[in-house]
């Protein structure tokens, strides 16, 4: 049989038929969602620890708020599904919970947790999912209790 006679006849169908479908493959995959737990402070990096600088894009969004430095304590990717909760735990002290609501919002819960009791729920509140997906940033923070012009913030962005 002639090469060509194949290439044109089952190669090309079955590409153009591959590529068409390879959009409609994206739809269906679930939404990735990136939670941060991150520390802002005035001093440098502790020597000792593995804390990397927060993104430089990603501060930028934060230049309003005082702390010259922020450090990723934990970061973690995860698809977030509709029927339960994705849970995070991003220190001994604090987890989030992140639910695509299905009605256009990932509804966001941050929580304070404790040794050998229930985790206490700090804020819970929706947030477009399309404005994640436009580059906006959920964040929610709180001071340190270890010093006191410290802060740690919640950070959700889209994962890119």
């Not at 990717?77 to 009605?103: H, Q, W, Y």
Request: aromatic share 10%.
């Amino acid at each position: 049989m002639n090469p060509a006679f194949f290439l044109r006849n089952r190669v090309v169908p079955i590409a153009l038929v591959s590529i068409w479908l390879c959009p409609l493959a994206s739809f269906a995959t679930d939404l990735k969602l990136r939670a941060q737990l991150a520390w802002g402070t005035d001093d440098s990096k502790p020597p000792g620890q593995d804390l990397k600088e927060l993104d430089p894009k990603l501060r930028g969004k934060f230049r309003h708020l005082r702390w010259k430095n922020y450090f990723v304590v934990k970061s973690e990717v995860a698809a977030i599904p509709t029927k339960s909760p994705k849970r995070f735990t991003l220190s001994e002290k604090c987890a989030v919970d992140l639910l695509d609501s299905g009605d256009g919002n990932v509804l966001i819960s941050v929580y304070s947790l404790h040794a050998g009791g229930p985790p206490s729920l700090v804020k819970s509140e929706p947030f477009p999912i399309e404005k994640l997906k436009a580059g906006h940033v959920f964040a929610f923070g709180g001071e340190t209790k270890e010093k006191w012009d410290d802060a740690w913030l919640v950070v959700v962005t889209a994962d890119e």
